[in-house]
């Protein structure tokens, strides 16, 4: 049987449509005030750049606002904690995407965690992370929640599912295997000094490519059957799993691109959506 193709380009689109009705609702509730998502980019990494101009342009396609703040190379972390600490206050504001990475010289993390969880429409702070952990109502990572999104929209069954995902980072990695194992997966998940990482895969009824590298996991590594998830984005439009040697043996699979891709902003996004329903 063909495998099913999670397209994530379909759903996002079907999603910003809906969006777009809800913040119709919202604005015409609060007589015009149209919500908005403030992005931060810190630098001039083009690919930064691109990610946040994505972001406000889907902001854009569902009638919201996006404030833009850019901020120099040369940023200190006073400074950007000064600029969220605006955001924070500024109740025009419902949600907050600080574009990951900012420049080396300034530490992430408590720039992350300043950011008012409220508002943590990116699912970034250690506070949201906790909460989702332990299934309390948070935003999650946009990346991981968009997955989960992708996979509950095609009923892939998880629960008693054997998971493995590829790669620990705290925006996607970790967050995603919480998420599977709030869904009732049993999840494995691997890293960078992980052993035996082939055979580890072959066991995955779902595998979860969050590695960062093109077409590191093999194709023949997975398993017959599975649901093969693939995070990464490569020049010559290839991910983190070498997919076009799994595509006739797998169940299920996210194309690249067009699968987690624009999952992740349609996530953010509604993810802003649902914060400024809460306030109004
Ligand atoms: P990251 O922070 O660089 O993390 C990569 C992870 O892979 C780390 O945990 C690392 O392990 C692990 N790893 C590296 N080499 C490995 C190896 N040889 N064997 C097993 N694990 C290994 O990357 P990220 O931010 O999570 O992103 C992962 C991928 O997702 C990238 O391709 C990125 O472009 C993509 N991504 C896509 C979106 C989207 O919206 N589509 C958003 C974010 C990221 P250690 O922890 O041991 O170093």
């Not at 008012?116 to 699912?123: A, F, I, L, M």
């Amino acid at each position: 049987m063909a495998a099913i193709i999670l397209d994530g380009k379909a759903l996002a689109q079907q999603m910003e449509g809906e969006l777009a009705l809800r913040v119709k609702a919202i604005n015409d509730k609060s007589h015009g005030n149209t919500p908005i998502l403030a992005t931060i980019l810190v630098g001039e990494d083009p690919a930064s750049a691109t990610y946040v101009r994505m972001k406000g342009n889907a902001c854009q396609r569902v009638g919201m606002e996006s404030l833009r703040i850019v901020l120099p190379q040369t940023t200190t972390t006073d400074e950007l904690l000064s600029e969220i600490d605006k955001l924070n206050a500024n109740p025009s504001v419902q949600g907050i995407l600080l574009q990951h990475p900012v420049p080396a010289q300034i530490d992430e993390r408590r720039c992350f965690d300043r950011i008012n969880v409220e508002k943590d429409v990116d699912g970034v702070t250690v506070l949201g992370f906790g909460k989702m952990a332990m299934g309390e109502s948070a935003y999650g990572s946009a990346t991981p929640a968009g997955i989960m999104r992708l996979l509950q929209h095609y009923k892939i069954s998880l629960a008693g599912k054997h998971a493995v995902v590829v790669g620990r980072s705290p925006i996607l990695g970790k967050p995603i295997a919480m998420m599977l194992l709030n869904a009732h997966a049993t999840v494995t998940i691997c890293h960078s000094k992980t052993q035996g990482l082939s055979e580890i895969i072959g066991l995955a009824d779902i595998v979860v490519g969050a590695v960062g590298k093109p077409e590191f996991i093999k194709g023949t590594w997975i398993k017959e059957g599975a649901v093969v998830v693939d995070a990464g984005y490569h020049p010559g439009s290839v991910g983190d799993i070498e997919l076009s040697a799994v595509i006739d043996r797998c169940s299920a699979y996210t194309p690249v691109p067009g699968g987690v891709g624009p999952m992740t902003i349609a996530t953010l996004i509604a993810q802003t959506v649902e914060a400024a329903e809460k306030n109004k």
